[in-house]
């Protein structure tokens, strides 16, 4: 009788352990959080809708681009995972869908990617923009219905070349940089351009300002024009300019159109 007994108590003893292992591993399957694991060559959609406030229709031939992008680094240019382009959009709200592979994203890094979108002219000039950051948040799976708000981009108004800051100033900007070798300065006019001029006056290069984005002590413009990419970095501390050695409140990494121009910045 007592090897019997032990027998049946050894039996339910390996029936409980199976039950709590298969338990177990049902609280490890990543599909019980909602979100089912990357599968190698999958396919998600990431959907939503672009507005702007004017009502007012969009010009003839206009074109929305739309796109999903890791920008988690500050110092290069985003990496995009996903976009779409959209010829004749209508009116707002435009639907978009960006489609991406499942394992392009990383759920687990959270304020690592974002979705932007612009409008363009059938010139290819900037109409509208979004100038906030639209954060995506994959830790909880595919957002459902995002909204990107849009704003206008003031006229670019080109008129004569600033070449100093008592100019600027009254050209309504709100920020100035320089470097040297060869000598070039930038100006930020607010809502409305970014104007770049290089090779100690020589060449000047407008684009309009979209907005920024910004990042604990970095922020960053980005603008293209039919002939020239911008790229403007501006990260708070101290920089010496090396030929006058003077001193300004922040560090200022330009890139026109792939080539990198340092120097220092200062707000007027």
């Known amino acids: 009788m007592m090897g019997s007994h032990s027998g049946i108590t050894l039996g339910w003893m390996s029936l409980l352990l199976l039950t709590m292992g298969l338990l177990a591993g049902c609280d490890n399957d990543p ?6 694991p990357a599968v190698k060559g999958e396919q998600r959609v990431l959907s939503g809708k672009v507005m702007y406030r ?3 229709a969009m010009p003839e031939g206009a ?37 991406y592979q499942a394992d392009a994203v990383d759920p687990e890094r959270a304020m690592t990617y974002a ?12 109409l509208w923009t ?6 995506v948040d994959f830790s ?6 995002m ?22 100033r009254k050209r309504g900007a709100d920020f100035w940089a320089q470097g040297n070798e060869p000598g070039w300065h930038l ?22 300002n979209a907005g920024a984005l910004t990042e604990d002590t970095v922020t960053l413009y980005e603008s293209t024009s039919e002939s020239a990419a911008l790229r403007v970095e501006i990260e708070k501390g101290g920089c010496e300019d090396g030929m006058s050695g003077a001193e300004f409140a922040y560090q200022v990494s330009v890139t026109l159109n792939q080539k990198l121009y340092r120097g220092c910045g200062e707000d007027l």
């Open 31 to 36: 599909r019980a959080t909602g979100e089912a």
């Open 54 to 56: 004017e009502k007012i």
């Open 63 to 99: 074109t929305l681009t739309v796109s999903l992008a890791d920008v988690s680094r500050m110092d290069a240019p985003a990496d995009i995972i996903a976009e779409q382009h959209i010829d004749a959009p209508g009116q707002v709200p435009v639907p978009f869908a960006l489609r």
């Open 115 to 126: 979705v932007r979108a612009e409008i363009r002219g059938a010139g290819g000039e900037l």
């Open 130 to 135: 979004t100038t906030q950051r639209n954060d």
């Open 140 to 145: 909880a799976g595919v957002p459902a219905d």
């Open 147 to 168: 909204t990107l708000m849009l704003e206008k981009v003031g006229s670019v108004k080109r008129g004569a070349v600033i070449m100093n800051r008592e100019q600027a």
């Open 187 to 208: 100006v930020i006019v607010p809502e409305e351009v970014l104007v770049f001029v290089g090779d100690y006056g020589q060449r000047t290069v407008t684009v309009p």
